[in-house]
């Protein structure tokens, strides 16, 4: 196969994996890469144990309180692996048109 069809269909190939990551419509990220993009982000989080940032306004907009910061003992809080599973929920309940300007 000449040198010049296998360049042409690598670009081809990049280009589609792009096409197929973007909603046409909005210029989002799909609903399928928007969750693993999600899942990528949260995993990378819990490995590193890097803090994980939600606007106030989208939380409230989906109906989550928050616990206000405090000193007090956190004897009460949940684990993290029953946190984890309560974000990825949330992340499962908005879709990339919440994020729509």
Avoid at 33 to 42: C, F, G, R, V, Y
């Amino acid at each position: 196969m000449p040198t010049v069809l296998l360049a042409r269909r690598f670009i081809m190939h990049a280009q589609l994996v792009v096409q197929s990551r973007i909603d046409s419509k909005t210029g989002l990220l799909n609903s399928s890469t928007w969750e693993l993009e999600a899942t990528a982000e949260i995993n990378r989080a819990v490995r590193t144990g890097s803090p994980l940032f939600v606007s106030d306004d989208l939380m409230d907009s989906e109906g989550i309180l928050l616990a206000a910061d405090s000193s007090e003992d956190e004897e009460d809080e949940p684990p993290p692996d029953v946190l984890i599973g309560q974000f990825r929920q949330f992340l499962k309940s908005i879709k990339p048109e919440d994020f729509a300007s």
